[in-house]
């Protein structure tokens, strides 16, 4: 089964308007850590942000904030007031920090296209 | 950002040759991991290391091996190159954060590898 589900391929979205990519996961373990991580064109990973599974508030960094529905196993990836410079692949990936040691799943990614 | 490099950055080789791919850091972190890109797969984990001369499998390490004989250097081996190891390889390292439990992950700048 899969453990991180992203299930929108592509997002397209005008610049300085609020975008939100879609992460669902599937553990048993209660103890996890969700990340989030943006690929430009140019390929290098880029970490986001992160979400622990007992952490009591959803994450923000900047303009990055992790709507983070726990009984929902979903952890969803919101941009605001978007950028052309947003325009990447964006991995929403887990760590399962009891089973899981160091190992981080990924999903498939979203491709998200900012248009002026 | 942290001080991760790869090298080469890119190699095409043919089928049935050994390639090593080598990852070097800066950060005296602790572990550091072996990842492979491909369409619609994410990112794939092949091989961890927890420290020197410790390693250990990851999910797709049929074909590689891997060594650590300095904290710095993790080298990536494919014993016999086949075309199905085309790929994107990162390497990534983490070690103790702000939050322990977060360790995250940052990741080298990707080594493309064409096995012709």
């Known amino acids: 089964a899969q453990k991180i589900t992203q299930t929108q391929p592509g997002m397209f979205v005008q610049e300085k308007e609020a975008v939100t990519l879609d992460c669902t996961y599937d553990?048993?373990?209660?103890?996890?850590?969700l990340f989030w991580y943006k690929q430009p064109s140019s390929g290098e990973m880029i970490f986001l942000i992160y979400?622990?599974?007992?952490?009591?508030q959803n994450a923000t960094e900047g303009r990055y904030s992790l709507n983070f529905q726990k009984a929902r196993k979903s952890a969803n990836l919101v941009i605001s007031a978007s950028q052309l410079g947003d325009s990447a692949m964006y991995f929403c990936?887990?760590?399962?920090?009891?089973?899981?040691?160091?190992?981080?799943?990924f999903g498939t990614g979203t491709r998200l296209l900012v248009s002026p | 950002d942290a001080g991760i490099t790869q090298s080469p950055r890119h190699k095409v080789t043919e089928t049935g040759t050994p390639v090593t791919l080598r990852c070097h850091q800066t950060?005296?972190?602790?572990?550091m991991y072996w990842y492979r890109q491909d369409p619609g797969h994410g990112l794939r984990l092949i091989h961890y290391?927890?420290?020197?001369?410790?390693?250990d499998k990851g999910e797709v390490s049929d074909g590689y091996s891997v060594s650590r004989s300095k904290t710095e250097d993790f080298l990536l081996t494919l014993e016999s190159a086949t075309s199905s190891q085309t790929s994107v390889y990162f390497c990534?390292?983490?070690?103790?954060?702000?939050?322990?439990?977060?360790?995250?992950?940052?990741f080298g700048p990707g080594t493309r590898l064409l096995v012709l």
């Open positions: 990936a887990m760590r399962e920090m009891n089973t899981g040691f160091q190992k981080l799943v």
């Open positions: 290391s927890y420290g020197v001369k410790d390693t």
């Open positions: 990534a390292i983490s070690g103790p954060g702000l939050n322990s439990r977060q360790e995250t992950q940052y």
């Open positions: 553990t048993s373990d209660p103890s996890y850590g």
């Open positions: 950060e005296n972190h602790r572990y």
């Open positions: 979400q622990g599974s007992y952490d009591q």
